[in-house]
Each structure stands twice: as C-alpha cells, then as structure tokens.
C-alpha cells in the first residue's frame, strides 16, 4: 500500500515563503509522476504542480508559475514544493498525489496524503 505525508505548512506573512515535502513509502516512488493540489476553504481541488518520475517534465499553474518550484529526491522518496513570494490567495490545505493515468495536470492520481495547512496573511 502507498502512503504519502505532506509536511512542511505553516502560517507566513505575505511575501515569504514555505518549503512542503512529500515522503513516499510502501511504492516504487521513482518510477511515479507526483503532483501537488490544494484546496482553499469553500473551493474545489485545484492542481498546482506535477513532476515526471525523473524529474525531467515539470508543470505549474499559471497561478503559481515563477514562484512555486516543485522537485524531488528519488533516493529519498520524497517530493517537495518550494513556494516564494506566498500570497493571501495560497492559503489551502495542499496535498500531495501519485499519478495514476492520463495527462499530469488534469488526469488520474491515485494516492493521496492527508494534506497539510499553508496559511498566508498579511
């Protein structure tokens, strides 16, 4: 069974920043493509980041491109989001997802962590 566990969140002001990592057991994490949503109060599920399982292909919403860097460490199993210049607009519970199936962004996760709370305020 794969089990993943965010940590990381916290409260920041406005302007700073945060580092979330994703420890992975139970898998071949390696050979995963890994994402990053969140949710905010009163809002779906938004995709934030994905990362192939070399690390090679990245992608970030346009909300969060030039700020949010995602990455991983394969000898580690764990993946990380680095997130700068936070905005009141990043508060959410973030989780971190492996893919299953279909285009990183928007396709099949199929493990998800229990999520952990980014709150930005000014």
């Known amino acids: 069974q794969v089990q993943l566990v965010e940590s990381g969140g916290g409260s920041v002001q406005t302007g700073g920043s945060l580092r979330l990592s994703c420890a992975v057991s139970?898998?071949?994490?390696?050979?995963?493509?890994m994402g990053w949503f969140r949710q905010a109060p009163g809002k779906g599920r938004e995709f934030v980041a994905a990362?192939?399982?070399?690390?090679?292909?990245?992608y970030y919403a346009d909300s969060v491109k030039g700020r949010f860097t995602i990455s991983r460490d394969n000898a580690k199993n764990t993946m990380y989001l680095q997130m700068n210049s936070l905005k009141s607009e990043d508060t959410a519970v973030y989780y971190c997802?492996?893919?299953?199936?279909?285009?990183?962004?928007?396709?099949?996760?199929?493990?998800w962590g229990q999520g952990t709370q980014v709150t930005v305020s000014s």
């Open positions: 997802a492996a893919h299953r199936a279909g285009d990183l962004r928007g396709g099949e996760y199929g493990y």
């Open positions: 139970g898998g071949t994490f390696s050979t995963r493509n």
């Open positions: 990362i192939s399982w070399s690390g090679g292909i990245k």
